[in-house]
């Protein structure tokens, strides 16, 4: 059973940065390709940065571009995302999410992936 756990959500005031864990207790961050997801309140889950298997390749979303990254310690087993320059409109849920595809899509979606934590609260103010 793949359970994904997050950690290092909470508050911060805008401008402000945190980072944010994902890891689980099998080998499943090794294994797959790692996305970060959000959802705000009253808004649909929107995709926000990936990583691949190989810790190669990236993929952010326009919103994040340049403020956040996300990264990979395989040793660990964990995958991160540090988020920068953080605004109120970051406020979100953030879930980390498993694709096991066999290439990272160019445009990740929710739907394609296989595994999800259960969320971490991230709260930025103004």
């Known amino acids: 059973q793949v359970q994904l756990v997050e950690s290092g959500g909470g508050l911060v005031q805008a401008g402000g940065s945190l980072r944010l864990s994902c890891g689980d207790s099998?080998?499943?961050?090794?294994?797959?390709?790692m996305h970060w997801f959000r959802q705000a309140p009253g808004k649909e889950r929107e995709f926000v940065a990936a990583?691949?298997?190989?810790?190669?390749?990236?993929r952010y979303a326009e919103t994040v571009k340049g403020r956040f990254t996300i990264s990979r310690d395989s040793t660990k087993n964990t995958v991160y995302l540090q988020m920068n320059t953080l605004k109120p409109e970051d406020t979100a849920v953030y879930y980390c999410?498993?694709?096991?595809?066999?290439?990272?899509?160019?445009?990740?979606?929710?739907?394609?992936?296989?595994?999800w934590g259960e969320g971490t609260l991230v709260t930025v103010s103004s």
């Open positions: 999410a498993a694709d096991s595809q066999v290439y990272l899509s160019p445009s990740p979606s929710a739907s394609a992936m296989d595994y």
């Open positions: 990583v691949s298997r190989s810790g190669i390749i990236t």
């Open positions: 099998g080998r499943t961050v090794s294994r797959y390709h």
